[in-house]
């Protein structure tokens, strides 16, 4: 815990106080619950009362069968607002399936225990509740709300270590778990060695309120003892409600409660060896056995990770419980109200000085810290802390995940997942030990809590830079695991928890296939299309219904959204899947509607038709029918001349819009027509993939641009605008037209300004697609020159914006492309004071490639006679637009001699080698140590389906992005140059140091 | 990170030791910092709070120091060998690492991973 700081001792304090007034009120109020108890006590003191139809029944019928301690069962009864709640977990030596503990309970109340057999070894870990439940009718406690003192558990950990025996292999209970799965279940017969390790992990839950000491979470974390995991106000084991049944569960136990230290005297203090003596005194000597009575187990560990999340955190875990068994058992573990009484009135103590380690039971995430300053086992934390208690190790972990008993199969798989937060090494030891395998497997099980552990270790396993672990769930079948548990499962949880691991799958390149061949019709089936609103046959009189933004939606978006970027196969499939675009566009749609575009979901799906629009001149089926031969041989530059295309059937008056496209592209001024365009008639509704680059999409894109304030929304809309408008075929005619016609020219040039880089470079792109139509290359010369150049660096220092090489090199690319036959445009440029940033940047730019693009410009305008006047008076001359000497020198000044263009690898090839580390993967709330970065890698993975297609027009350098390269460059300039910037107005400036 | 002014701050933080990698008579530390009082906060795309001008990492050379030492892109750094970090100019921060005769620079750093995972700990299972 060195590896932090405090950094307000200040702060830390008050939280410290605050809690400790707390703790003092809690302290008081159990004083008076104390002195209640005893008054009842007095009372009570008669042979107990067969069952009445008094809520607490059950206690009733316990009393009958524990006459000794019955007392606080009577109190309870008639004190129904307090409860006391216990929950044992007992623990043998599954070697030792016979008992060799006799249990004699006599009459006054102590325990005699015989044991009989050398190794036998037996825990017993208890936990205990106590706190005030209204009850209702029906014995369960009615939800909170009217305890005033919250709650607090305590955890006792008892290991009974057989003739001294010394051998302490009994896990922890709570220390290093970070739940308490309060739900105890008797384990006698456990046939596995391991069973004899954990049976209950008292992991804990629902400290919502402790976020404001956080800070003292360091210091406490080395000395605080691993069983006390005592609880602020709020907490709510989450299976503290299960009252009826916890008596069942530990009807085996027929172990009268001795208090220590009262009057009666626990037989068990005289046997030293086994007694473990607590610091704090916390120690109970209750011994339950019951290994002869086979208790079938049946609790169903209810601490779901639903009710986690959608609860505030004081009734975390009480919604849903499942109806264990019921009716009276025989023998029912008696409450013990001394006990409880004592162990009250040392709670003050215990908080007070507990206080600030409180937080710590969740070492998931002290896990993950501490895994930055460097090394962390399961087991290391709680053997540091007390030698005698240990967790359970890896090897065991995994084990228990075979288990025949199905809440130790979920509590090993919670306890998996818990380990594997942020700790790769965690991660690859599971891995290695073949843990992936049977996690996988218990997807298949039909108990919802098993599989839904399983599925929360396998996200989180899931999730990391090891792609090792992705295809070693891929290895053994998961991904088929998963998606068949999907279509299964009505969980809401444990779908999410499904598509989170898909999600985090498809980061992995090699993975994706798998993904869209096992599970996209179920995703878009299960998912996609129910979420979006979108109905195949719409209902006529309902009206259509809104997008739900989901976290299975947003989960199984961003999944699509990575495989989709996989080639041209994966494309492929993903247009041709019966039901997604048209769910996509309809989910969009309504995000329009709602004017609600700036969420994940969102985000997802607009990347998906960005990467679905790519390159759908050349793979949609039938697109041949539409191709514009004369591009094909004028590829990227603006042929004069149009030939005519096959007719598609399905568009009335084509020849005449055929007839302005030429002339459009003849005479730029003749623009009456233009702007009279009206889209092509069809004969019925479009669908399918064929709605991707229907001209009405424009409208939604424009709406997105001009809506939406995610910067990734953003790119993608301007990316898929950039994607329709390029190739050569009838639709792009359309789609750029149409963008003109939807005033979206203007919204794009406007989206010049942003101030996100990657914004200007897709929006730069589109309109060097969109220029390809010789009325929007005027426009576009004549409006968005000034804001094309100011983008541009002047010189050695950066432009204002700091924007990145691409995008420089990308808005470099877009002018040429406007000023290509276009002596009017280049006058623009010339007009907007470019010449002058052109040359510097061609005469001193440290970039090769922005050299290059700076260069291919300048000679187009010099190639206009007709300005070489202007630019003459200038002081410009024939020098500084021919390509300067430096050029190739330039190459190396980048410190990279090799690096070339035509050296890199292509770009469909860069994508499959990029390994998507954490950019792909789930940004739980951002939580990963690179949250920023993994926004930005998965967009800079999308990006390039986005700039690949300016291929189609004239080059290829804007595609190429490397961020690993880019920075090597970008290292390799001067510092100063960098620095020196932030002269004029402060301007975001990077210093590598 | 965002804090009320007189307010005493409170930051989870780590302590990241990079130690300098000589590349002939440069210092390397392999990672660049963005931010600082006399920048535009606003465009920080790291901080959570536009307004703070605290120096942020903005990129980490893959394999440098400053990424085998485990800083990550978006670290707010706080302290540089014990000195301030969050009311710095960007050209003051950067002499306070790059100081020719230092080999090793501490720096206390504070992420939002980091108040995540311990918000995460109070609050329930760890999520990925």
């Known amino acids: 815990m060195e590896d932090y700081d405090v950094r307000s001792a200040a702060s830390i304090l008050a939280s410290v106080k605050e809690q400790e007034a707390r703790f003092e009120q809690l302290t008081r109020a159990l004083e008076e619950e104390r002195r209640n108890v005893t008054l009842q006590l007095e009372r009570a003191n008669l042979p107990p009362n067969p069952p009445t139809s008094q809520p607490l029944a059950w206690q009733q019928v316990v009393m009958q069968e524990q006459s000794p301690s019955n007392a606080t069962s009577l109190a309870m009864m008639q004190e129904p607002q307090e409860v006391v709640e216990e929950t044992v977990t007992i623990e043998e030596d599954p070697g030792t399936p016979t008992s060799h503990v006799s249990v004699v309970t006599s009459d006054d109340g102590t325990t005699r225990r015989t044991e009989t057999k050398v190794t036998k070894m037996v825990k017993t870990v208890t936990t205990r509740t106590v706190r005030q439940v209204p009850l209702g009718p029906d014995g369960l406690p009615l939800p909170e709300g009217s305890s005033p003192l919250g709650s607090y558990t305590d955890s006792i950990d008892r290991r009974y270590m057989k003739n001294g025996n010394d051998r302490f292999i009994t896990p922890q209970a709570t220390s290093t778990l970070t739940r308490s799965y309060n739900n105890s279940y008797n384990d006698s017969y456990g046939e596995t060695p391991e069973s004899q390790y954990v049976r209950h992990y008292g992991l804990h839950d629902g400290y919502a309120d402790l976020t404001d000491n956080y800070g003292s979470l360091s210091r406490g974390v080395n000395f605080r003892p691993p069983r006390y995991p005592y609880l602020p106000n709020s907490y709510r084991p989450e299976n503290s409600y299960t009252l009826p049944i916890r008596k069942d569960d530990y009807g085996h136990v027929a172990q009268p409660q001795v208090p220590m230290g009262s009057s009666t005297v626990d037989l068990n203090r005289s046997q030293p060896e086994r007694f473990q003596p607590e610091p704090y005194g916390l120690e109970d000597d209750r011994r339950s056995l019951g290994p002869e009575e086979e208790e079938p187990y049946e609790l169903e560990p209810d601490y779901s990770t639903a009710n986690r999340r959608t609860l505030p955190g004081a009734n975390r875990g009480r919604t849903h419980r499942e109806p264990l068994r019921d009716g009276p058992r025989i023998r029912g573990y008696p409450d013990d109200p001394i006990e409880a009484e004592l162990i009250d009135e040392r709670h003050p103590y215990i908080h007070g000085m507990y206080s600030a380690p409180l937080a710590q039971p969740e070492r998931g995430s002290m896990a993950s810290l501490d895994r930055m300053g460097g090394r962390r086992s399961p087991s290391i934390d709680s053997i540091r802390k007390d030698p005698r208690w240990r967790d359970p190790d890896l090897p065991e972990v995994i084990a228990m995940l075979g288990h025949p008993i199905d809440p130790v199969k979920s509590n090993a798989a919670a306890y998996l997942q818990h380990l594997c937060y942020e700790n790769d090494k965690i991660k690859k030891d599971v891995r290695q030990l073949k843990g992936i395998p049977v996690l996988v497997g218990l997807l298949d099980h039909p108990k919802s809590e098993v599989h839904r552990k399983a599925c929360g270790a396998l996200r989180n396993i899931s999730y990391g830079k090891d792609n090792d672990n992705k295809v070693a769930i891929k290895n053994c079948d998961g991904i088929p695991a998963l998606v068949r548990l999907l279509r299964k499962t009505n969980d809401m949880e444990v779908r999410e928890l499904i598509t989170g691991t898909l999600w985090n799958l498809s980061s992995y390149e090699p993975l994706k296939m798998v993904i869209i061949n096992h599970g996209l019709q179920t995703m878009t089936n299960e998912v996609i299309i129910p979420h979006s609103g979108w109905e195949h046959e719409p209902n006529e009189d309902s009206k259509p219904r809104d997008a739900e933004w989901t976290t299975v939606f947003k989960n199984t978006s961003g999944c699509l959204r990575n495989v989709s970027s996989d080639g041209a196969e994966a494309r492929r499939r993903l247009r041709e899947c019966d039901g997604l675009v048209d769910a996509l566009l309809h989910a969009l749609q309504s995000a329009v509607g709602k004017k609600d575009m700036d969420n994940k979901s969102v985000e997802n799906c607009v990347c998906i038709m960005r990467n679905l629009s790519y390159h759908v001149h050349k793979e949609v089926p039938g697109a041949e029918k539409f191709q514009d031969p004369s591009a094909l041989q004028a590829p990227g530059s603006v042929g004069p001349q149009r030939k005519k295309k096959d007719d598609a059937g399905c568009f009335g008056g084509k020849k005449a819009k055929e007839e302005w496209f030429n002339q459009g592209r003849k005479n730029g001024e003749n623009d009456k027509n233009y702007d009279t365009l009206d889209l092509p008639k069809r004969t019925e509704p479009s669908k399918g993939f064929e709605l991707l680059y229907q001209p009405e999409v424009v409208r939604l894109y424009l709406s997105l641009l001009t809506e939406s304030q995610n910067y990734n929304t953003l790119e993608a809309a301007a990316g898929a605008l950039q994607n329709l408008s390029a190739g050569q075929w009838t639709w792009s005619n359309y789609i750029r037209a149409t963008v003109r016609k939807e005033k979206g020219l203007p919204i794009l040039v406007e989206l010049l300004r942003s101030d996100s880089d990657k914004v200007v470079r897709a929006v730069a792109i589109a309109l060097r697609n969109l220029s390809i139509d010789r009325r929007n290359k005027d426009l576009i010369g004549s409006y968005a020159m000034r804001d094309l150049v100011s983008n541009l660096p002047s010189g050695q220092q950066r432009p204002a914006k700091n924007l990145e090489e691409d995008t420089v090199v990308a808005i470099l690319n877009t002018i040429h492309e406007i000023v290509t036959d276009s002596s009017e445009n280049a006058r623009s440029l010339i007009q907007a004071q470019a010449i002058e940033k052109l040359v510097a940047i061609n005469r001193t730019s440290q970039s090769a490639r922005e050299t290059k693009a700076a260069s291919h410009v300048l000679q187009t305008v010099w190639s206009y006679k007709d300005l070489r006047n202007a630019l003459t008076k200038d002081g410009w001359n024939k020098s500084h637009f021919q390509p300067t000497v430096t050029a190739t020198p330039k190459a190396t000044k980048n410190g990279k001699p090799g690096y070339d263009d035509t050296t890199l690898p292509l770009m469909e090839k860069n994508q499959g080698t990029r390994k998507c580390g954490s950019g792909d993967m789930i940004p739980m709330d951002e939580l990963g140590p690179d949250g920023y970065s993994t926004i930005d890698q998965r967009d800079k993975d999308c990006k390039y389906k986005a700039g690949d297609v300016s291929v189609d027009l004239t080059e290829r350098e804007p595609l190429k992005n490397d961020t690993n390269r880019k920075h090597y460059i970008r290292s390799n300039r001067p510092a100063v140059s960098l620095v020196d910037a932030c002269d004029v107005k402060p301007q975001p400036v990077d210093s590598w140091v | ?128």
């Open chain 2, 1 to 128: 990170m965002s804090f009320v002014p007189g307010q005493p701050v409170t930051a989870v933080v780590q302590r990241i030791e990079i130690q300098k990698l000589r590349q002939g008579n440069n210092l390397i530390l392999g990672f660049s910092i963005g931010g600082g009082i006399d920048q535009d906060p606003g465009q920080n795309p790291f901080s959570e709070d536009k307004t703070d001008k605290g120096i942020y990492v903005t990129r980490i050379t893959p394999g440098g120091p400053a990424d085998v030492a485990g800083l990550m892109m978006g670290d707010k750094i706080m302290q540089v060998n014990g000195w301030d970090m969050t009311m710095v100019t960007h050209d003051k921060a950067r002499k306070r690492l790059t100081k020719k005769n230092e080999d090793v620079v501490r720096l206390l750093v504070t992420r939002k991973s980091l108040e995540e995972a311990v918000k995460q700990s109070m609050g329930g299972f760890p999520r990925p």
